[in-house]
């Protein structure tokens, strides 16, 4: 399945990936929660507009699975922590809110990791 995506595209996908790990690595290493550097950070933001820009050129290949699954693993971080900031205004749920905040964070890491080694595999993300 591999032969039918262009490989430009294959290596652009593993770029993406690899953007969206350095954000979420410099959540590790830094102050900063590895959810917020993943969804501020300047890598993944231009990875996932790379996303949207190429994904038309990935329609009908494995890669298409891939670009799905980075642009909802973004969309979906953006999402909870929506949700951990509405908690953290009640202020009394400020403990729910940075649990939301840390397993996003891992489900972050566990979706590049999951994703990154599929394509390595050629093989598309089975949902």
């Known amino acids: 399945m ?26 590790l290493v830094s102050t900063a929660a590895i959810v917020t550097a993943f969804l501020t950070g ?11 820009a190429t994904r038309h050129d990935v329609r ?5 699975s891939h670009y799905r699954w980075q642009i909802r693993t973004f969309w979906f971080a953006v999402l909870w922590c929506v949700i951990a900031w509405m908690l953290i205004v009640t202020i009394i749920l400020i403990p729910f809110a940075f649990v939301i905040f840390a397993v996003t964070g891992v489900w972050v890491l566990y979706r590049i990791a999951r994703g990154w080694l599929a394509l390595n595999d050629d093989r598309p993300i089975d949902v």
């Open 42 to 52: 300047w890598p993944s933001i231009i990875a996932v507009a790379l996303n949207y």
């Open 60 to 64: 009908g290949t494995f890669l298409e």
């Open 2 to 27: 591999a032969a039918d995506a262009p490989e430009g595209r294959i290596r652009l996908t593993h770029i993406m990936y690899g953007l969206h790990a350095f954000s979420a690595f410099m959540g």
